[in-house]
Every structure is written in C-alpha cells, then in structure tokens.
C-alpha cells in the first residue's frame, strides 16, 4: 500500500542532542513537508521541498536542517539550537508543489520529548 | 500573511446533534482544505474547495465556501462518536507553490 511512513513514532532526547526524524513516501510525490503541531496553534510550516535536491525554509524554520537526496525521503533533524523542540512533527507530501496541487498525504507523526 | 482563525475551538455535543465548525480568513481563500486528525495521530483530507459558493458534501459532512471566499463552514448532521477528533482548514499560503497554512483546529467531542 502506498503512503507515508515516519518514524520513530516517539522520541526522547537529552537537551543539547541533534535528532534526526525519519519520512519516507513511495507515493512517487515531487513535494513533501515538514510541519509542527503545538497544542493550540494549529500546524506550522518548517521546511518543504518541491523537487529533488531542492527544499525552501517555511515559517519557523530556525533550528531546524532538512535534505532530500532521494525523491521517496526528507529527513529532518532538529538541532540543539531549537529553543523548544518539545512537540509533535508530521510530514506531508503532495503530488507536486503547485498551486492547487491536491490533497496533502500525512504519515502518523512523531511525537519529540526533549528531557 | 494570510491566517486562518476557527471556531469554536473545541465542542462537545450529545450523538445525533448537528454542528458546524467555522475557518474564518484574513485574505481572498483560492483553495481551501478541511481535514480531520484523531489524537496523536495524522490528519486526514476531507473536502476542497474553491469556488466562490461551492459546497461539497461527503457522508454526514458537508462543507461550504461563501461567496466572496474568506469564509467556510463544515457542518456534520446527526453527529456520531466516530466523528470525534480535531477539524482543521488549510489554505494556499499564496506565491507560486502549494504552501498550506492551517487554522488552529477545533476540537470535537461527541457523547453517546
């Protein structure tokens, strides 16, 4: 079955740390996504990528670093530079990174507890 | 930038109620989503619309865009407990790429 897949699902990390969170698709999607879900702020935009070794900062992307080498993959670390990582992460992918590009696909989400 | 604000930011409402849940826009909406999470989990796409006055309607849910697109309702009549979880609206953030902005989400309870 096609679709996305992130993992870990949970995560603990030592203040200081770097961790990497894992987003694979085989949906054969050019765009993919990262954003974070706080309670009570709705979903905000980290990082995208419309292609293959291409990605764009989205709105709070300071501490955060991305890569897409491969078009199934957008790993995203987030750096001991991000103030409060402590949240929920969920990865996205869309057929192409037009306007009116269609639905987005979620995968589960990961869930980062900084100790 | 463009935001979504909806409401009401959480309901909870007795099996069989009706309800409807508000995405309120600060600009002109050209592609607005709704979607619905479970706790803990993914989102999952509802409904697009984009035409000035366009409803659409899927099982129990139905969702409206109005006329001068800066504002759209989502209505579920007869409400079930497998309608519980949190509603959000996404919407083109604008430029040349599909950049969704979300609304903060509307939490729904429903009770048997």
């Known amino acids: 079955d096609g679709g996305i897949t992130q993992s870990p699902k949970y995560l603990f990390r030592k203040e200081g740390q770097n961790v990497t969170l894992s987003c694979e698709q085989n949906l054969n999607h050019d765009a993919m996504y990262w954003y974070r879900q706080d309670p009570g702020q709705g979903l905000r935009l980290i990082y995208y990528?419309?292609?293959?070794?291409?990605?764009q900062k989205g709105d709070i992307a300071e501490g955060y670093s991305v890569s897409r080498e491969k078009k199934e993959s957008f790993p995203l670390t987030v750096t001991s530079a991000q103030k409060n990582p402590t949240a929920f992460y969920l990865c996205?992918?869309?057929?192409?990174?037009?306007?009116?590009?269609?639905?987005?696909?979620f995968g589960e989400g990961s869930r980062l507890t900084v100790l | 930038s463009q935001e979504l604000e909806q409401s009401p930011q959480s309901l909870i409402v007795q099996e069989g109620k009706n309800l409807t849940i508000n995405c309120t826009s600060s600009?002109?909406?050209?592609?607005l989503y709704w979607y619905k999470q479970k706790y803990g989990e993914g989102l999952i796409f509802l409904m697009m619309?984009?035409?000035?006055?366009e409803e659409k309607s899927h099982e129990k849910i139905t969702a409206k865009l109005d006329e001068k697109k800066q504002q759209s309702s989502l209505h579920i009549t007869a409400s079930q407990p497998s309608h519980a979880g949190i509603y959000l609206c996404?919407?083109?953030?604008?430029?040349?790429?599909?950049?969704?902005?979300f609304g903060t989400g509307t939490l729904l309870a429903v009770q048997p």
């Open positions: 600009k002109t909406l050209y592609g």
């Open positions: 990528s419309q292609i293959v070794n291409d990605f």
């Open positions: 996205a992918s869309s057929i192409d990174g037009g306007i009116f590009a269609g639905e987005l696909f």
């Open positions: 619309l984009q035409k000035g006055g």
């Open positions: 996404g919407a083109d953030g604008g430029g040349a790429t599909n950049k969704l902005i």
